[in-house]
Nanobody, 124 residues
């Protein structure tokens, strides 16, 4: 059974950094494009960042561009989201996802597998 297990997250002050990890089991990440989404209370799940199967292509939501970095380490079947200069509006549950595609995938419904979600809270 395919599983995406997330690590990281927590409570941080504005301006600080966090790194989220997403480890896949029963799934070879080299065959999948990967992405990160987030969902704040009372809001719909939204796209954050995506990376192509090979890692050469990335795409970011405007709200995080320049602050967040998505990367992947296929040898470890793991994808990361490095979040710098965090803001209170980044507070949300973050989800990683895998899509059977080569290029970056931006549409939530195009993803096939999802992680369990991890809470990120940015507050002073």
């Amino acid at each position: 059974q395919v599983r995406l297990v997330q690590f990281g997250g927590g409570l941080v002050q504005p301006g600080n950094s966090l790194r989220l990890s997403c480890a896949a089991s029963e799934l070879t990440t080299t065959n999948y494009a990967m992405g990160w989404f987030r969902q704040a209370p009372g809001k719909e799940r939204e796209f954050v960042a995506a990376i192509s199967r090979g890692g050469s292509g990335t795409y970011y939501a405007g709200s995080v561009k320049g602050r967040f970095t998505i990367s992947r380490e296929n040898a470890k079947n793991t994808v990361y989201l490095q979040m710098n200069s965090l803001k209170p509006e980044d507070t949300a549950v973050y989800y990683c996802a895998a899509a059977r595609a080569a290029g970056v995938v931006l549409v939530i419904h195009d993803y096939d597998y999802w992680g369990q979600g991890t809470q990120v809270t940015v507050t002073s």
